[in-house]
């Protein structure tokens, strides 16, 4: 029963890394940004939201105040940033979304202070009991919002106009150009997405943790679920969450005390590279045949 | 077109600055004490810092503006961001440690654990005397291995042994300790591990279980440690969090049904900042305290009155007033104020060298009688340092959150540091023989 | 008459359930130019990139100057003497003409980490062999003038001599020409292909080359291979070739 | 950019841009400790020479063999952690050698977690560096052995001495970074310019032609990983010794990788002059930020926590820029200003 726990807690968290996971698969998708400003992302939407909230605002209006922001600001990163660097190698845009993290947490800072905020989505987190399973009601809540989260991106992006154009990217930058996609229009509504798919992560996250500074930490529990998902795959990002998850609060619990200590910092990342020796492309990512 | 602009980007900074730097030195320091701020307003930990540096820096401004100076001796601050890493700190020290513009340093109040344990051979170098409240390596309180490293008022190990000791009132006397499990929840850090030797210590003497888990940072998912915890139904927690880790092992407490009343949070698990975000969870909760939070003392009416009131104070959010972070930076300035005045006695009302700054602080002595004439009664315990002992005399409450503020629940506890004294003394001893280190000539009166 | 250089022994290749060679086989003779023809992807390439590791066939063998491969890769091929170039130039764009023909020599080099890093022992000899060597094939292909530019900016027909220097540079017991003269104007043509024959005459290298210009293959090539959907249809004498009905047909689009 | 590839150099002269950058450089370093203050010598130029050393190291891998690297700062780690305990437990070895001991030590962890390279392609290799990255600074944080059970998990500095010379003082320990860094300078130009560094760069610029041309492709990965390790590891000696003084697992966090990659990316990948630049900007920019507030009165006049955030924003932001406008790097920016103050005589005269 202990060890069922700790599996269903490590899955529940898992959950959570995945919802920052597709932040991320949504841009490198569309635009092959390796993104590591998602976290501060995710920080700076939950600030928004929380700081909106103190002010008096309720959820239902805070909410889509905060997705507007959102939307501003993938507009603007587009212009800024993503434009001017059209072309250029990944690891220039990894270390262009790297100073985009210091200006975005500069910026979250500046204008919402330092403060920890507590913020509360009125959702019990007790547990219940469930055949010996602890699971709280917020756990329920959040994995069904994750849940919807994906189920609606999956309809937005295989039913709408949108969404075909953005696989069309997906699939085959220059030729989506040539049937006449305007690429920075997907990257603005790409970034958005992610911007309002960050927003969610932090408010679940915040709920939890208090909505501070370290929510753009997160970032790196995204990085080894990314790796063993694959880039570029929604599905892969879940299951990649759900395993990192699972697997670092067991080996935390049954490898940790051989070895002194949590594990769980570096354990992932070395579960990532066994699974890459096995698929070089991670669990879901498209694999490719050198052509010569 | 490029070339200029990135040029004169590049250039402008670099040169400009320094070079205005150098024009800055026009203004004139003579006659005043320096005070390096190294302060980090941004990031993960600036949370805990700027209410520390809002309560150095009106104390600081309250001693100057009212009271014209330490015995007419004005402090100058200068604040240098280090964003919490030891690096950046290092550049601050480096810049500010030979005075600055005419003001010397005569005591550098530390601010971050990573600098102070990184500076320890820097300091040494260079003579200047290093404060490090509440937190520095134990082994420092030897001044005969460390001249330069003052860890006043407290430590881990008392820590550990205070824990122990409320404990064992709770459960009536520390005969009923024996079959008691007590887990340590702990940051897996250096700071966090620090406690694991005297609470084996603690356990062996008195026999109760001693239980060890490691959260790894920064601690946002201590699901499966609590689990431990009620799985091997621990009686109380001691939790050494740091951090994020804190609000989230309080509400996974309360998710497992782990009562918040038997949880004590370390020294720094223990602030506004910490229990605020864990909502009702956090309801009961009892924390160690070094720096006890408030605004009823003393010389806080009289700060609210000549700074606060007056507009001159450095907080943003008023409501941080009286925080335990604010209530901290108050401490460290009264501290370094009364060492600057012990100084003064001996040597004269001029600034101090960094010498007579190290003189001072080893004969630094905060009576009962004193703190009472300084309005800080119950804000600071006594404190009396001497050439051997660089600590003082370590003390803490046990406070406990009412889900609005901290209610001291004891006076200040001593705990059983001199249980300690010959481990912590050996590890000074090891270190100078490593470091083969000449023993210190006995202390200068 | 002697072992075959190259035998090439029912040699299959499938991708994901396409069959790109089905049961090939034919020799090349030492010393010969031999040229593979055929309709767009009737499997040339896939071919060559077989005789020289880049894939590895589903069944069959090649038999390499007298011996099988054990592990069939790139680098093994080079080592035992097979140089190559390909149809979309596999040029390093940001370095050099220089650098990219010395990149042929790297297998020859004898000389230790150490004896490179600290310019002792026998690495200043073996750099300066090196360099002589590398200079000669940029010579001899007649590109010394840009010896020094970074390749990625030159025009095509030069880059494809690049590639063959690099092929070269390290004197090969067979070559492999993956379209040398594809997109070339005339008069590149015939200067291209007088280089091959001058290869082959001056050095004795024996050629394997895939060429579209039925012209210039005729003209070339002592033997000729026809490939048609991943079959051969045709081996022979340029003379012999020409004859077949079979390769009529792949060639003139009547389809069987 | 075509003008950069498309000109062949015509016959050489014999001050070339180049040569005169390098003795002026040269004239400098010896100079400046002459005139140079502790503050300048310890705070300023040590680290900038020390990053740059570590840049040096990861261009070799990222900007040569175009290979990705996320835990520069974990090789960094342990060489630090090696030199400290080389000297601490064989009192006989004298520093250099335990220095080049350290390096290789770093080395065989390098190519250990660059054995996925043969496999592993893009930014999916990111995965190892990353989990060395973690794993070391977890390994020197758990295991108190490799800090000497110090109780603050530090290293310090061990006695900096060669050949009987004291080295722990100011100038003495920037001598020690100087002639360091300029040896693995040679040894790195000397790489880069042999076969080994020709081979890097084919894997780089196509990894299938690379073998079919013969390279080893295997090999001159790991060899890569290699020989960056070896470089970083001395750096991270040099950072945690010469610079710090005194150390934890925590100096070389994932930030200090991250600042690795940078000073390549900023400074210019494939070249050498270019990590000191992006070392120079890395290391000096926040500080000349700081000291720029200051000397502007603005550090009264706005509140401190407004002023470090905007600090922060405006690196961010220089970043972002530098990467738009300067996309070779600070280096080709110098070369371009060298080639124009070496154009500007031969106008003016006749």
Known sequence: MFFLNVLTSGLLSGLMYALVAIGFVLIYKASGVFNFAQGSMVLFAALTFVVLNEHGLPFWAAFPITVLVMIVGAVLIERLVLRPLVNRSPNTLFMATLGLSFVIEGLAQALFGSDVHQLDLGIDDMPLDLWGLQISTFDIFASAVAVVLVAVLAVLFSKTRMGISLRAVADDTLAAQSIGIRLPRIWQIVWSVSGLVALVAGLLWGARQGVQFSLSLVVLKAMPVLIIGGFSSIPGAIVGGLLVGATENLADIYIGPLVQGSVSTWFAYILAVAFLLIRPSGLFGETTIARV | ?????????????????????????????????????????????????????????????????????????????????????????????????NGYDGAPVAILMGTS?????????????DKIPLVTNAGGREDAVDGSVFPYQFPLLFDYWTEASIVVDYVAKQVGGYDKLKGLKIATLYHDSGYGRDTIEPLATLSKKYGFEDIEIPVPHPGEQQQAQWQQIKQQAADWVFFRAWGVMAPVGIKTAARVGFPADHIIGDIWTGSEEDVRPAGTAAKGYLAVSVFPSGTDFKVSQTLKKDVIDAGKGDLKDQSKFGSVYYNAGLVTAIIYIEALRTGHKQFGDRPLTAAEGQWALEHLDITPQRIEELGATGLLSPLKVTASDHEGSPAAKIVQWDGKEWHAKTDWLNGDRALFHDAIFAKAAAYAKEKSLPAREAATN | MSAPILDVQQVSLSFRGIKALTDLSFAVEKGEICALIGPNGAGKSSLLNIVNGVYRASSGRIIFDGAPFDRPTPMAAAQRGIGRTFQNNALFHRM?????????LTRLGRCNLLEIAFRVGRHPAERRAFRQRADEIIGFLEIGAYRDTVVGGLPYGLQKRVEMARALVASPTLLLLDEPIAGMNAEEKTELSRLIAEVNRVFGTT???????????????????????GRKVGDGTPAEVRRNPEVIAAYLGTRH | ??????????????????????????????????????????????????????????????????????????????GAFSTYNLILRVPALPLPVALIVAGLIAASAGVLFGLPSLRIKGFYLSASTLGAQFFF?????????????????????????IFGHDLNSPVGRYSLVVVTTLLLLWLAHNLIDSRIGRDWMAIRDMDTAAAVAGIPVGRRKLLAYGVSSFFCGIAGALWAFCYLGTADAHAFDLDKSFQVLFIVIIGGSASILGNFLGAAFIVLTPIALDILVQALGLDGIVDHGTVSNMLRIVFGAIIILLLIKEPDGLASLIGRLARRLSARPSRGTP
């Open chain 2, 113 to 125: 654990s990573g600098f102070d344990a990184a500076a320890s051979e820097k300091v040494r170098a």
């Open chain 2, 1 to 97: 077109m490029t070339l200029h602009k990135t040029l004169a980007l590049f250039g402008a900074l670099l040169l400009g600055s320094t070079s205005l730097s150098a024009a800055a030195h026009a203004a004139d320091h003579d006659g005043q004490q320096l005070y390096p701020l190294l302060s980090y307003r941004t990031g993960p930990y600036a949370p805990s810092g700027i209410p520390q540096w809002a309560g150095i820096r009106d104390y600081l401004t309250y001693v100057n503006d009212v009271q014209g100076g330490v015995d007419g001796v004005k402090v100058f601050v200068q604040e240098c961001e280090t964003a919490y890493t030891v690096e950046r700190a290092f550049e601050c020290y480096e810049r500010y440690k």
């Open chain 3, 207 to 229: 050629i394997v080359l895939i060429e579209h210009d039925i012209g210039v293959v005729m003209g070339l090539s002592h033997h000729v291979v026809v490939l048609d959907y």
């Open chain 3, 96 to 104: 050099s003409v220089l650098d990219n023909v010395l990149t042929g």
């Open chain 4, 137 to 161: 600074e977890w390994l020197f944080t758990n295991f108190h052995w490799f800090s000497n059970d110090s109780m603050s998990l530090t290293i310090s500095a061990p006695r900096l001495a």
């Open chain 4, 1 to 78: 950019m075509t003008a950069i590839i498309s000109q062949a150099p015509a016959d050489r002269p014999v001050l070339t841009p180049r040569t005169v950058l390098l003795a002026l450089g040269l004239v400098i370093l010896a100079v400046v400790p002459v005139i140079g203050s502790d503050y300048w010598l310890n705070s300023l130029i040590v680290p900038t020479l020390v990053m740059g050393l570590a840049g040096v190291g990861l261009n070799l891998l990222t900007g040569y063999a175009g290979l990705v690297s996320l835990g520069s700062a974990a090789f960094m780690s342990i």
